[in-house]
C-alpha cells in the first residue's frame, strides 16, 4: 500500500472502513451502555448517563490534541522520508499525553462528584451516575493511551487491526453490558465494568501492531522537546476543540434543560445527545481515513492527489450525514424505545423534540471532516475557525439566546443553526483555498516551487 502512488478512491476506502469502526469505538461504550441502563434503571438511568457523557468528549480530546497533532507530522516526516523525525513525533506526543492523563485521572478520581454536579447531575442522578463512575475511574488511562495508540497504528499502514480491535471490544462490551447488568442483576455498575474490559481489549490487541514486521513507530531520544511539544499541540488543537466543545455543549445544554424543562426532557436530550455522539465518532472515521493520505502527500508534494483527496471525503460525509438524518427523523419513537423504557410522557414529548435537533446531522460529518482536512494540510487558522465556530463559539451563545428570545422550545433548534452557519464557513475557505492555490500554481512553472506552494 503506497499513499503516495496507489488510486485515492481505493486507498481512501481501504482506509475509511476500519476507521469508522475505530471511530465507533469512541461511543460504543456509552451508546451501549446507555441502551442497557435505560432498560434495566429507566429514565433516571439515561439521564445519569447523560451526565458522563461529558467524560467521553474529554478523554477523546486528549488523544486527538496530542494523537492527531503527533501523527499529521509522523506521517508528513515519513513521506518527506524523515524516519527520524517521524519517531520524534510519536515519542514526544505519547510523552505530553501520559502527563496530561495522569492529571485528569487524579482530578477525576478525587472531584468526581463535584464534576458530575458541573455535568448537570442532581440529588436525584448522583447515586446511579456515581455508582457508573466507581468503575469508570479504575480504567480512565485505557481510553486516551488507547485511542492515541489507534490513530498513529491506523497511519502506520495497519487500519484493519484498529478496526479489527475495535470490534472485539465492542463485541466483548455488548455481551458483558447484558450478561453483568441484567443476569447478575449489577445495573449501572455492571455497564460500567463491561465499559471498562472492552476497552481493555481494544487497548492490547492494538499493541500487536507494534511487534509486527510493518511496525514503524518506536520511541527516540529527541531535543527541543517543547518546541516539538508546541508544534504537535498546535496542529491538534483543532481536533481538540472539537472533542472539548463536544462535552462543553453538553454541559451547556443540560443545564439549560433543566433550567427551562426537567428530567424527561434531560432523558429524551440523553438519547439524542447519545447519537449526535455517534455521528460525530463516524465523522472522524471520515477524517482519519484521510489524514495519512493527505498529511504523507503534502510531505512529498503532489496537490493534485491531496485535492482528490479532500473532495472524496467531502462526498463521503455529506452522504452519511444525510443518510443518518433521514433515519432518525423517520424513527423517533422507535429510537427513543431503544434507549430506555418510555413513560408515556417520554413518548409523547420525543417525536418533536428529536426530528427539531436531528437536523443538524446533515451538515455535522461534513463539519467534522472539513477540520480534520485542514489540520492535515496544517492550515492552522482556517482549521481553528472552523473547530470554534462549531464546538464553542455559535453553541455557547445559540444555547442561552435562542430559549431566552424566543422560549423553551427554540432550543431544540440550536445544532441545527450551529451546524449550517458552520458548513457555509467551510465552504467558504474551501472555496478561497483553491481560488488561491489556482492562482499560485498557475503561475509557477518550476516543479519544486510548485511544490513549495501547494498548501496556499
Known sequence: MNL??????????????????????MSIYSLVDMIVVGQHEGAAGTAALACVSPLWAFFCCLSTLFGNGGAVLFSRAKGEGQEK??????????????????????????FDESLLRLFGADDALMPLALRYMKWLKLGIPLWPVGYFLGIFIRNDGSPVLVGVATVCGGVLNVFGDIFLTFTCDMGIEGAAVATVAGQGMVFLIQL???????????????????????????????????????????????NQIMRYYGGNELAIYGVAGNLFTLVQTFSYG???????????????????????????????????GLGVMVIALLFPIQIVQLYMRASMEIQNAAPGILRRYFTCLLFLPFNIYATYYLQAVQRVIESLT?????????????????????????????????????????????????IRQAEVLGGVTDETNRDCHMQL
Open 208 to 254: 500487536l501492531h507494534l511487534f509486527s514486521k510493518k511496525n514503524t513507530i518506536s520511541f527516540t531520544r529527541v531535543t527541543a522537546f517543547w518546541k516539538r511539544g508546541m508544534e504537535i499541540a498546535s496542529v491538534g488543537i483543532s481536533s481538540f476543540l472539537c472533542s472539548v466543545g463536544m462535552g462543553f455543549v453538553v454541559v451547556l445544554f443540560n
Open 4 to 25: 503516495q502512488t496507489d488510486s485515492i478512491c481505493r486507498l481512501y476506502f481501504k482506509y475509511l472502513v476500519p476507521s469508522l469502526f475505530s471511530g465507533l469505538v
Open 386 to 434: 472552523v473547530s470554534l465556530l462549531h464546538s464553542f463559539l455559535l453553541g455557547a451563545v445559540f444555547v442561552y439566546l435562542f430559549p431566552a428570545v424566543w422560549g423553551g422550545t427554540s432550543i431544540w433548534y440550536v445544532m441545527f443553526f450551529v451546524e449550517l452557519i458552520t458548513a457555509i464557513a467551510a465552504v467558504i475557505i474551501f472555496i478561497k483555498r483553491d
Open 85 to 110: 523525525e517521524s519517531r520524534a513525533a510519536f515519542t514526544v506526543s505519547f510523552l505530553l499525553l501520559c502527563g496530561v492523563t495522569a492529571v485528569v485521572w487524579f482530578t477525576m478520581a478525587v
Open 286 to 320: 471520515i477524517g482519519n481515513a484521510a489524514q495519512p493520505i493527505v498529511a504523507e502527500n503534502v510531505g512529498a508534494g503532489k496537490p493534485d492527489r491531496v485535492l482528490r483527496t479532500r473532495n472524496l471525503g467531502c462526498c463521503v460525509a455529506v452522504g452519511i
